[in-house]
């Protein structure tokens, strides 16, 4: 059974940093990604990554702030977090797809993880 598992939320000052950690239980991926989910708001995509290829894609209101990365040998994928803001509280959700599509919808992700708070605040 496929797991994902997240690590790394947090409460945070605005400007400052985070980085959340995903672990596959497997590799057999064609994409990993971020999405993330606000009070009152619907899952809005974050990230994502080509697991081969390395491509990355982001959202725009995290360009330039965030990046997402995999470690191949711990089957880890990362979403380094950087000037955060508190619109970017949420909670944070990983995601992997075994097809290929609209990357930017949770629809091609056929498994997630539980989902990790992140709060940005004073």
């Known amino acids: 059974q496929v797991q994902l598992v997240e690590s790394g939320g947090g409460l945070v000052q605005p400007g400052n940093s985070l980085r959340l950690s995903c672990a596959a239980s497997?590799?057999?991926?064609?994409?990993m990604a971020w999405f993330r989910q606000a009070p009152g708001k619907e899952r809005e995509f974050v990230s994502a990554?080509?697991?081969?290829?390395?491509?990355?894609y982001y959202t725009d209101s995290v360009k330039g702030r965030f990046t997402i990365s995999i470690d191949n040998a711990k089957n880890t994928v990362y979403l380094q977090m950087n000037s955060l803001k508190p619109e970017d509280t949420a909670v944070y959700f990983c995601?992997?797809?075994?097809?290929?599509?609209?990357?930017?919808?949770?629809?091609?992700?056929?498994?997630w993880g539980q989902g990790i708070q992140v709060t940005v605040s004073s």
């Open positions: 995601a992997a797809a075994r097809g290929y599509g609209n990357l930017y919808t949770s629809a091609l992700y056929n498994y």
């Open positions: 497997e590799r057999t991926f064609s994409y």
């Open positions: 990554i080509h697991w081969r290829s390395g491509n990355r």
